[in-house]
């Protein structure tokens, strides 16, 4: 199972992005799933969650107030909306399938994807 994140780009800071997560071939309807991101030289750092009912949790108290997490399961894919990018954000983030958003522990896990790339210049 591949997931597939895209909608990365580059942006000014204070300009927004909106990534998506999808799963060709595979539904996501029951999976809670995770954005990561990792920027160089650094470890990889949990985002946001979203539980298979819908439920958002933040795992980066960095982004509160300015990412959203979201999910169309008609369109088996989850979003995640970026908004007042700062350059601090400048990352890959890759999304990953769980069975629960318990933690930002990369092992918990099962499938993930290829990352994007978010590059905010400031």
């Known amino acids: 199972v591949q997931l597939q994140a895209s909608g990365g780009g580059l942006v000014q800071a204070g300009g927004s992005l909106r990534l998506s997560c999808a799963a060709p071939?595979?539904?996501?309807?029951?999976?809670?799933i995770g954005w990561f991101r990792q920027a160089p030289g650094k470890e990889r750092e949990g985002v946001l969650c979203?539980?298979?009912?819908?439920?958002?949790?933040y795992y980066a108290d960095s982004v509160k107030g300015r990412f959203t997490i979201s999910r169309d399961n008609a369109k088996n894919t989850v979003y995640l909306q970026m908004n007042s990018l700062k350059p601090e954000d400048t990352a890959v983030y890759c999304c990953?399938?769980?069975?629960?958003?318990?933690?930002?522990?990369?092992?918990?896990?099962?499938?993930w994807g290829q990352g994007t790339q978010v590059t905010v210049s400031s």
């Open positions: 071939g595979f539904t996501l309807d029951y999976y809670a």
């Open positions: 979203i539980s298979s009912s819908g439920a958002g949790r």
């Open positions: 990953a399938a769980g069975t629960e958003c318990v933690a930002a522990i990369p092992i918990l896990y099962d499938y």
